[in-house]
């Protein structure tokens, strides 16, 4: 079931949707689920209420709320030029820095819908960094954290995630597109390292033959094996730790 919300945050008001088991059931255990760069859609939605139904209180919200309305785009708008510049313009100008102090009110939003215990976070695209600097941040709450064809995830940039593994207690796992220029093999072999000399508990796992973008289903490259693949990998993760 999904209930469309607002959510006050230091910047502004962000929209997001909460998602709860369709059969009606409460869900104490909570997820966030950080977007791609294309936005919140129905694709994501559709993924969103997939885990939901799983057992969680799933809160998806649109980190680009600073810019008001825009698109509506999907999985392929990058080959379009101008969604591509729209979408680019938007992604330069939501830092991981604005997301990552977003969080705290993501995490108070799961709260007031009665997720209060420990937190999942995944993200796919622009997320999957999110979700790992949420974890290493917000350290008292989130248990787990996902990300799938993340880019940029050990980069030279100084907000680059792999730079807080340190502070990392959840549990991590970082499905990798088997080819990627946004997360190419050498920030792989970074991040592994940040991560193991910063005793965190992972598993980074590559997807030979998968594309960027091969979870989400209005993608070109939606791989559908790959991604029932990824459905069983993240489900045993919340499965493991959200108890």
């Not at 979870?215 to 993240?234: C, F, M, S």
């Amino acid at each position: 079931m999904k209930q469309d919300i607002e959510i006050n945050t230091d910047d502004g008001v962000a929209k997001a949707s909460l998602f709860r088991p369709d059969n009606g059931a409460s869900a104490e255990r909570g997820v966030i689920l950080y977007m791609d760069a294309m936005g919140p859609r129905p694709s994501l939605y559709g993924m969103a209420q997939r885990l939901a139904n799983s057992g969680y209180t799933v809160l998806l919200p649109d980190l680009f709320y600073r810019f008001g309305d825009y698109g509506p785009f999907n999985g392929n708008a990058f080959g379009d030029p101008a969604s591509r510049e729209a979408i680019m313009t938007m992604l330069r100008g939501t830092t991981q820095d604005m997301t990552k102090r977003d969080s705290a009110a993501f995490l108070d939003a799961l709260t007031a819908a009665g997720a209060e215990g420990p937190v999942g976070t995944v993200g796919y695209c622009m997320g999957g960094g999110r979700a790992l600097t949420a974890a290493a941040i917000y350290t008292d709450r989130i248990a787990a954290a996902a990300s799938f064809h993340g880019g940029n995830l050990a980069s030279d940039a100084e907000d680059s995630p792999h730079r807080l593994a340190a502070d990392i207690k959840a549990r991590v796992y970082v499905g990798v597109a088997g080819v990627d220029n946004s997360f190419p093999p050498e920030q792989s072999a970074r991040l592994a390292e940040a991560l193991r000399v910063g005793g965190v508990d992972h598993i980074i796992e590559n997807y030979v033959g998968m594309a960027h973008g091969w979870t989400v289903p209005d993608h070109g490259v939606y791989d559908e094996t790959g991604a029932e693949r990824h459905w069983k990998r993240l489900l045993n993760l919340f499965g493991e730790t959200l108890s």
